[in-house]
Nanobody, 124 residues
Framework: QVQLVESGGGLVQAGGSRRLSCAAS????????MGWFRQAPGKEREFVAG????????YYADSVKGRFTISRDNAKNTVYLQMDSLKPEDTAVYYC?????????????????WGQGTQVTVSS
């Protein structure tokens, strides 16, 4: 029922920053835990970051820890992914995902709703 739409992707130079946004269509957004995943060419989709319903708890993949920050604004039905110190290996299609229930933030099958993705390309 919930619809997720990502935005903010684009071409970024290595070392630069970018902020992705994911807007949800339902007012019940505040009850969903949210996550960001990414899929690079030739690779499987992987977990990037997760955030619980209140925004008080966050989770990060080791590959982005210290560089990426996930946050949410429930009043705006939006989750963000602030990406700093970008590396070429961060190049991927980034997907926003939501889950009303589930025990794991890092497993994609725990999420019930997915956006269509936004491309992030990091050049050296």
């Amino acid at each position: 029922q919930v619809q997720l739409v990502e935005s903010g992707g684009g071409l970024v130079q290595a070392g630069g920053s970018r902020r992705l946004s994911c807007a949800a269509s339902r007012l019940t957004f505040s009850m969903y835990a949210m996550g960001w995943f990414r899929q690079a060419p030739g690779k499987e989709r992987e977990f990037v970051a997760g955030i619980n319903w209140s925004g008080r708890t966050t989770y990060y993949a080791d590959s982005v820890k210290g560089r990426f920050t996930i946050s949410r604004d429930n009043a705006k039905n939006t989750v963000y992914l602030q990406m700093d110190s970008l590396k070429p290996e961060d190049t991927a299609v980034y997907y926003c995902a939501g889950r009303y229930y589930g025990g794991s933030y890092s497993q994609e099958y725990e999420y019930q709703h997915w956006g269509q993705g936004t491309q992030v390309t990091v050049s050296s």
